[in-house]
């Protein structure tokens, strides 16, 4: 199982980014999926979350401002971030779990994309 995350750069405070997460060797139609963040000297963190039926999860310090989506049938998922503030500048990991529940610990995913950069500039 490979999952590709693309879609970061540049991009200044309050502009927007849509960052895409393909899948390979594994269908993730039932799987939650999930997207987490690591700034430099922190650690990684829940960022938004979706079920294999559309049900999205947000953190606290992105609700109203990110969308989380996917596309079963093209194994994508989709983070639309708007509104972006320096605080959200990270490296930006897709994840899959290997069941059907989701959780907010990155701990509890199976599977790991290499990470797409995200620089926010004030």
């Known amino acids: 199982v490979q999952l590709q995350a693309s879609g970061g750069g540049l991009v200044q405070a309050g502009g927007s980014l849509r960052l895409s997460c393909v899948v390979s060797g594994r269908t993730i139609g039932l799987y939650f999926m999930g997207w987490f963040r690591q700034a430099p000297g922190k650690e990684r963190e829940f960022v938004a979350g979706i079920s294999g039926s559309g049900i999205p999860n947000y953190a606290d310090s992105v609700k109203g401002r990110f969308t989380i989506s996917r596309d079963n049938a093209k194994k994508m998922v989709y983070l639309q971030m708007n509104s972006l503030k320096p605080e959200d500048t990270a490296v930006y990991y897709c994840?899959?779990?290997?069941?059907?529940?989701?959780?907010?610990?990155?701990?509890?995913?199976?599977?790991w994309g290499q990470g797409t950069l995200v620089t926010v500039s004030s």
């Open positions: 994840a899959q779990r290997a069941v059907i529940s989701g959780s907010y610990r990155s701990s509890d995913y199976d599977y």
